[in-house]
């Protein structure tokens, strides 16, 4: 009875910058702007993909859910961030960490998936382009891309389910800026390894074969390339990939960068450690929402032009 009533958490502690208020402000302006940049780049990506009916392909399909994904998942832990940064005492209650958990989770598991059905796209279009219509129809990318959402929420909903269930033993202080799942487990007063066994699972899964499956695609793609005779041909197959090779490579770059760096050893640095992990974790969560519009603006002449033109509609309209 005793470990029972100590087992319910009410709430949580997020420490963010507590330890650092001078700082508070300043990386209020900073993630508030970037994150309008989001919601910005994200939802014209989004409008242009809608209107323009010459991009009503599975490419673009993808690209305006892979935009819209993008936006939940800033959606979900940003607007706590930035409120962090504005009250004294950060709190979360037990509910909203959950919810916040499980969407973080599940965006994060989507977009591996959905970024692989992207490099399947780019692999049918380069190596098999006579099938490409039949192959890519839409009654196969619309399922493609509703598998890739239905999987990262079953995913995420096993996990935090199994997070929810454990008991806590009074200690509810986070040291993030959000409820990060691995930092909520350590505050359990019970044996989490079945947790960490299915989370190392789902890596697996949700990590490392989507990314076994972007790489073989982008070798049968890069051979195909190679094979085309002329430096024009090899150029223009190559500009159709290039943007989304660009997104792949920044998104698990920065996981690789994030979860890979070494540890510092300097125990009088420890500190300044615990403040820049807490600032990577930050801006991991916002780079490549980001970046994603940028590339495919700045790489792709057909969202260019959908863009021009619904800038120039608006324009004759008012």
């Known amino acids: 009875m005793e470990v029972a009533n100590q087992s319910i958490v009410a709430e949580f502690v997020l420490l963010g910058l507590s330890d650092h208020p001078t700082l508070e402000k300043t990386f209020f302006v900073l993630i508030l702007s970037t994150y309008l940049v989001i919601l910005l780049g994200n939802g014209v990506l989004i409008l242009v993909t809608i209107l323009d009916t010459h991009l009503h392909t599975p490419m673009y399909f993808f690209l305006g859910n892979l935009s819209f994904l993008d936006i939940c998942y800033t959606t979900s832990s940003i ?49 098999n382009p006579l099938r490409y219509p039949v192959v890519m129809s839409k009654a196969a990318y619309v399922p493609m891309a509703i598998s890739s959402w239905v999987a990262g929420g079953a995913n995420s909903l096993v996990q935090i389910s199994l997070a929810v269930q454990l008991p806590f033993c009074g200690d509810n202080v ?35 074969v ?37 997104v792949v490579v920044v998104f698990y770059g920065t996981i690789l960068f994030m979860y890979g760096k070494p540890k510092s050893k300097d125990p009088l640095g420890a500190d300044k450690q615990d403040l820049a992990d807490k600032l990577i974790s930050l801006f991991y969560g916002v780079l490549t929402p980001m970046l994603n519009p940028i590339i495919y603006s700045l790489r792709n002449k057909d969202v260019k032009t959908a863009v021009r033109n619904l800038m120039r509609q608006k324009c004759l309209t008012h």
Do not use: W
């Open 79 to 127: 607007p706590l961030v930035l409120d962090g940064f504005l009250t004294p005492r950060k709190t979360i209650s037990f509910s909203g960490c959950a919810v916040q958990m499980f969407l973080s989770f599940a965006m994060g598991a989507t977009e591996c998936v959905l970024l692989g059905m992207m490099a399947f796209d780019r692999y049918v279009a380069i190596c």
């Open 210 to 246: 989507p990314v076994m499956f972007i790489f073989v695609s982008y070798i049968f793609i890069l051979i195909t390339i190679l094979r085309i005779p002329s430096a024009e041909g090899r150029r223009k197959a190559f500009s159709t990939c290039s943007a989304h090779l660009t």
């Open 174 to 208: 986070i040291n993030h800026f959000t409820c990060e799942i691995l930092a909520v487990l350590k505050l359990a007063c019970a044996d989490i390894s079945i947790n960490v066994i299915s989370m190392g699972v789902a890596n697996v899964i949700f990590l490392g």
